[in-house]
């Protein structure tokens, strides 16, 4: 009786086919799934069960707390980008299962959720091709295209708002692997972002005065190991998204902050990475600066969005599994996402950028990246990412947000396809010296994000 | 001692036991140990230093007037040594960086030096001294070093760091370094270098960063908006350190004996201040700055040699040391390769030194050589006078000289103010094209009556307003969608009255046994460079061309391998060449003996 389906599998493939055709991207199948989370607390209702449930979409063959292996990807193949599909059948990844999150405020922080539904049909493009509000100034908070009607939207609404938070600081512990499975590189670094414009909890907001002519502030620098210690760069992104971002760097060779160059976006910033400035929460780019969206596929997905924090670790550092170390892979819970939306682009204003095209798996609902495929020029796959996330309050432990259990990404996958290299990055409580978390704290900014900064320190 | 302390297996030891970098939370430790050695590629010896001084074991005609009983002059054969390296040495560095409160944290890096060229090459440099300068107590060259002659301990950062919103300050040993020009040192003025370790022949990448001496002193910044920020230090006088006497990279002959005590008392207590504002207007970076500084790199001027032993009381002079100046053809080929004058009788005309050579008897002596003037305080010379009265002196006692000699000058560190601005821009085109984020920097420095060292070595310094500015571009350019883009960077400097080593023009072109005839409209030269990483920035290969317009280059191929994140070799070549006339008009001309290769080999924890 459980399986007598009030929407079948097959209805499910032919609604999302004719709601793609009709140009009817808002998540939600039976309804939008905005609408029933503003009147239910859950997105539950605007997809039939089969969507809602990995055992019902299984019908019964998997279920929550059952982990996916070569023995039984087979089953959620369909679920799977061909790569994660690969790395579960040839390379011993495994994937445990969760079940699906319905509360969008679990999804995404209850403010960027809020600020969304309150700014709902407020954004429009300009002549420029720019996110503005209806009076034609900056966006204004949470996602300006919670339902969206083109692919652009689906990027645009991502661009502007990488972290849903108005500032972050992440600590950091990246690995890289070599094509043997053994770490060649590691590195401790801190990424730090700060939104100027579409601030939902930081005062002043939405605006930062006189900023409103950027998007974000956005640093990222090394204190491990020791010859990239004090390694920093500034990106200062202009809200004008056909602009290359400002780019600063200290390097320790210098001993002073300088002005770099910034189109060279396809590239590692540190020896052994697979992954470059451009890939960076999958828009690492202004969106104008790419082109030909396009929207490929919609349909469920298995993907990371919730149990990524490991509260048991004191630093929360992460488990890992594969290869002859067991070091490929991080450990990771998936859940059945009842729809993405899975994008296609390509670096128009970059053409000697290794990548050809892009494919991002976007949850349909929140719009939030959930993996990347990155194609070369010859259209062969290239690299592979994936990421996880959680609200940081698993029963054992929590970590908050102002009035919130914290949300944020947990572990990302950089996985070179051509070369058999993977990058590992884990967000940790704190990296040596002192770094630790912060969220929507004001003094992000000055800490990280001015050339004083970097020049501090760097030493 | 240090050496004791230091030893090579030691530091294995401690590298070797540093696994993890977590001392506490808020503290964390980074280091490495590293072997660097260089080969040279050249026969061509530093003759600056007694062990390759071109006249050892040389015969020579005597001029003087003792010729009739001494007819020839020779140098020492036994002086001489030849060496295959020319860097052999052991490095440990430990950085330790803390927070000590949110505002407040606390940064120092150790760095320890073996050199074990003493040891390597016995012949050539047992002994010798490469580290001791005697600046600070116990022949320390700074004031946060323990030195011996073949190792040193330092302390390259040793400061506290307070930040508060957009206040930042710095109290401690630290460096600053300014500018846009890499390697050439335009607005790079609060802080002299340290010259000991590898002279400026390190990685031409790694700028100065090993040599740039630090200071203690306080610096502050204060971010008065988004787009403006303004900065101040003050810094202790800390002056350039020179390497040792017959050390392998020694710049000064080794005839001279140099006084660097007594300029250095008179300013050591001496503090250097500036100022500097930088903003953004319309794309373009702008800054300017003012420094009153002493100039850390110092001038040049004979002094009395009385506190030697073997003075020549009064004069300039010391004698039987048996390592000075033997004929007076070395003294002209020497002159000449340093740049000066050897036919300058300041020493003897100059008032500190008029009555004890008078009493000598130059005067006299000067007219028995035919010189056109021999009167007191007024004694000139042509250069076969000068050629005769250097080699009476050089004679030995049995013709009635005094010997060979060794020379005594002194090193002065002059107030000066130094101005400047710099602007920069990235420019856009179209993508893939040559302007597409290509950046230009300009960068200017004007320092009114600056002082130079003199031809003559007179206690008189040369003046000028002297100008320096840069033009930079930078471009990172893709060639293949399959590597990281190749990094260019060409650069232009220009100086208007000065070398790249900040020596006057007016002491350029010197030819032994001549006046130098100097050089007009300044000094210029022109570095391009570039670096092409691998895919995974597990290799990188630089090259780089320092030429000189007045015809020389140093060229610098290598390569960086990092195979892991433990270890890294680099390998590069010094290619130093002086083309055309050979007048010592150019940087590159007594800077042979650095063609080398050299490597480093590096494992960091």
């Not at chain 2, 005067?363 to 004694?379: H, I, M, Q, R």
Request: glycine residues 8%; neutral net charge.
């Amino acid at each position: 009786m459980a399986y007598l389906l009030q929407f079948d599998r097959s209805y499910s493939r032919r609604t999302f086919l004719s709601n793609t055709a009709k140009g009817l991207l808002r998540a939600g199948l039976l309804c939008s799934a905005w609408s029933a989370f503003a009147r239910t607390g859950s997105t539950g209702t605007a997809y039939p069960d089969e969507l809602n449930s990995i055992e019902e979409y299984t019908r019964g063959k998997l279920k929550a707390g059952d982990v996916i292996t070569r023995d039984n990807a087979e089953v959620v193949k369909d679920l799977l980008d061909p790569v994660r599909y690969k790395q579960i059948m040839e390379m011993g990844r495994r994937l445990t299962l969760a079940p699906t999150t319905t509360d969008m405020n679990k999804l995404n922080p209850p403010e960027y959720i809020e600020a969304t539904l309150r700014n709902r049909g407020k954004a429009v493009f300009d002549a420029k091709g720019n996110v503005v509000t209806l009076e034609g100034k900056p966006w204004i908070g949470g996602s300006p295209f919670p339902e969206p009607k083109s692919a652009l939207e689906v990027f645009a609404a991502h661009t502007l708002s990488w972290g849903r938070h108005d500032s972050s600081f992440y600590p950091a512990k990246e690995y890289d692997l070599d094509e043997a499975g053994k770490i060649q590189y590691q590195y401790a670094t801190g990424w730090a972002e700060m939104a100027t414009i579409g601030r939902n909890v930081l005062e002043p907001k939405p605006y930062l005065p006189g900023q409103e002519d950027k998007v974000r502030y956005q640093s990222v620098f090394f204190v491990e190991p020791n010859d990239m210690n004090g390694v920093a760069y500034l990106n200062i992104w202009a809200y004008d998204q056909n602009q290359f971002p400002e780019l600063f760097g200290y390097l320790p060779a210098y001993k002073r902050v300088r002005r770099f160059p910034t189109n060279q976006r396809f590239e590692p910033l540190n020896p052994g990475s697979e992954l470059y400035l451009s890939d960076a929460w999958a828009a690492g780019d202004p969106f104008l600066t790419w082109g030909n969206y396009k929207i490929v596929q919609r349909g469920p997905y298995l993907a990371a969005v919730s149990g990524g924090w490991n509260s048991t670790h004191p630093n929360w550092e992460h488990k890992t599994h594969g290869g002859p170390n067991a070091a490929i892979f991080w450990d990771t819970t998936v859940e059945l996402v009842p729809e993405v939306i899975v994008v296609d682009a390509e670096p128009t204003l970059y053409p000697r950028a290794p990548v050809g095209r892009k494919r991002v798996w976007f949850d349909a609902r929140t719009l939030l990246p959930l993996a990347m495929v990155s194609y070369d020029r010859r259209g062969q796959i290239f690299r592979h990412f994936d990421g996880s996330f959680s609200v940081y309050d698993d029963g054992r432990g929590r970590v908050m947000d102002g009035k919130h259990p914290y949300w944020s990404w947990s572990t990302v996958h950089a996985y070179n396809v051509q070369t058999n290299r993977m990058t590992r990055i884990e967000q940790v409580r704190e990296i040596p010296g002192g770094y630790t978390m912060r969220v929507n704290d004001p003094g992000i900014y000055e800490k990280y994000l001015t050339l004083s900064a970097l020049q501090r320190m760097g030493g | 001692m240090i050496k004791k302390i230091l030893g090579i297996s030691t530091l294995a030891t401690l590298g070797a036991t540093l696994s993890g970098n977590s001392l506490a939370d808020n503290w964390r430790y980074t280091g490495m140990i590293r072997q660097e050695i260089a080969v040279r590629t050249t026969d061509d010896g530093n003759i600056n230093n007694q062990q390759a001084n071109p006249f050892n074991g040389q015969t020579l005609a005597n001029n003087g007037l003792g010729k009739a009983v001494v007819p020839t002059l020779t140098r020492p054969a036994n002086l001489s040594a030849d060496n295959d390296f020319n860097q052999f040495a052991t490095r440990i560095e430990l950085n330790l960086d803390g927070k000590l409160s949110e505002t407040w944290s606390a940064h120092f890096k150790v760095r320890g030096i073996i050199d074990e060229i003493g040891d390597v090459e016995k012949n050539a440099f047992k002994g010798r001294n490469t580290y001791e300068q005697p600046f600070f107590s116990s022949n320390r060259g700074a004031p946060f070093e323990i030195t011996s002659k073949s190792s040193m301990v330092d302390l390259p950062k040793a400061y506290l760091d307070y930040n508060n919103g957009p206040l930042w300050l710095r109290f401690g040993n630290q460096q600053i370094a300014w500018g846009e020009a890499l390697f050439f040192r335009v607005s790079d003025t609060v802080n002299g270098l340290d010259l000991r370790r590898h002279l400026t022949f390190g990685v031409g990448a790694e700028e100065y960063s090993d040599s740039r001496v630090p200071s203690l002193g306080i610096r502050g910044s204060y971010r008065a908006n988004e787009n403006w920020e303004i900065e101040a230090f003050t810094q202790r006088f800390q002056p350039t350190i020179l390497p040792g006497e017959n050390s392998p990279y020694n710049l000064v002959p080794s005839q001279f004996i140099v006084d660097e005590k007594t300029g250095f008392d008179d300013v050591k207590n001496k503090w250097n201040f500036g100022g500097r504002i930088s903003g953004n207007v319309g794309g373009y970076g702008l800054k300017a700055f003012a420094v009153r500084r002493y100039n850390p790199d110092g001038v040049y001027k004979w002094t009395p040699s009385n506190a030697y032993p073997g003075s020549i009381n009064g004069t300039t002079f010391v004698m039987g040391t048996g390592v000075g100046v033997y004929s007076a053809a070395e003294w002209m080929r020497y002159a000449a390769h340093s740049r000066l004058n050897g036919l300058a009788t300041t020493q003897v005309n100059e008032a500190p030194f008029i009555a004890a050579t008078t009493a000598l008897g130059v005067p006299g002596l000067a007219k028995l050589c035919n010189a056109p003037s021999y009167a007191v305080g007024n004694v000139q010379v042509d250069t076969a006078s000068m050629n005769c009265l250097l080699d009476t002196f050089f004679t030995p006692a049995a013709g009635g000289g005094v010997g060979d000699l060794r020379g005594t000058i002194r090193r002065d560190f002059p107030h000066e103010s130094v101005l400047g601005f710099s602007i920069n821009r990235v420019f856009e085109g179209e993508p893939d094209s040559l302007m597409d984020q290509l950046i230009g920097r300009f960068e200017l420095s004007y320092t009114p009556n600056k002082k130079f060292t003199e031809t003559s070595l007179s206690q008189t310094y040369i003046e000028h307003n002297e100008t320096v500015f840069a033009f930079i571009f930078e471009k990172y350019h893709k060639f293949s969608s399959d590597f990281p883009a190749t990094y260019f960077v060409a650069q232009w400097m220009h100086r208007s009255h000065s070398d790249i080593f900040g020596r006057a023009l007016e002491r350029m072109n010197a030819v032994p046994g001549y006046y130098p005839t100097g050089q007009t409209g300044g000094a210029d030269y022109f570095v391009l460079a570039f670096q092409q990483p691998s895919p995974t920035l597990e290799w990188r290969f630089d090259a780089s061309v320092l030429t000189d317009f007045h015809g020389g280059y140093l060229m610098q191929p290598g390569v960086r391998w990092k195979p892991n994140k433990a270890y890294q070799v680099d390998l590069y070549a010094n290619i130093l060449k002086s083309y055309g006339a050979q007048t010592n008009r150019n940087f590159v001309q007594g800077l042979e003996n650095a063609n080398e290769v050299f490597a480093r080999f590096t494992y960091a924890f």
